[in-house]
């Protein structure tokens, strides 16, 4: 169990499971950069949190819900947590976080939202097995199941955030084809920081011009 003043953002999840520089870049080294796409995914969360509580046809429906679980070390806002009818007595909770653009190949969105799921049963005693993640473009929601392998991701990326922060070391970059969308690009230049060593790039560029010089001759 963590304490209070050991709590950490869900959001850094999501960050996390991209890519643990970037995620270091960001909550170690307080280094952001805005582009098209965070500007757009602010917006989303923007409208997401309007408006008040509400009911709507029996299903009661919170918005900016804090949330926090002790057991993993997190905290943080749920966008939109609908409460719905149950035979059991208690409203179950159906979290969904709005998200811009279209679903990812990798589960980073689907982990954020299933931490947001575990400090609900955590919260309330009761057990989430669904959410949903609401795209901007395809403008519908996208069903997320919390099983048992999603479950077991999220609670290792909410150890592993732990591990990094206490380590407080920021990873090397290593260029991928998912840098070239990531707004700390020109933060992180992982095309040159990313090298081996100092010296091992000096000699590839000093072995590029010299071929360039012996090309012009």
Not at 35 to 61: F, M, P, S, W, Y
Not at 118 to 139: D, H, I, S
Request: overall charge neutral; hydrophobic content about 35%.
């Amino acid at each position: 169990m963590y304490s209070e003043d050991d709590l950490l953002p869900i959001s850094a999840l999501q960050h996390l499971a991209f890519c643990e520089r970037q995620w270091a870049l960001i909550h170690l080294e307080q280094q952001w950069a805005e582009n098209r796409l965070t500007a757009e995914g602010c917006q989303l969360h923007e409208r997401a949190d309007e408006g008040h509580h509400q009911t709507k046809e029996g299903v009661r429906i919170c918005r900016g819900l804090n949330l926090r679980s002790l057991r993993l070390g997190l905290t943080g806002k749920a966008d939109v947590v609908e409460f719905h009818p149950d035979t059991g007595g208690s409203p179950r909770p159906f979290p969904i976080e709005y998200k811009r653009g279209r679903p990812k190949p990798d589960h980073r969105d689907e982990v954020q939202l299933c931490a947001q799921a575990l400090c609900l049963e955590e919260m309330l005693n009761v057990e989430v097995t669904n959410g949903a993640l609401f795209y901007g473009q395809p403008r519908r929601r996208t069903a997320v199941a919390f099983d048992a392998e999603l479950r077991g991701e999220t609670e290792r990326l909410a150890a592993r955030l732990h591990e990094l922060y206490a380590a407080r070391i920021t990873p090397k970059a290593r260029y991928e084809k998912k840098c070239d969308s990531c707004s700390l690009y020109s933060i992180c230049l992982p095309k040159t920081t990313g090298v081996s060593s100092a010296q091992r790039y000096l000699k590839r560029a000093v072995a590029a011009s010299l071929a360039g010089e012996g090309s012009g001759s």
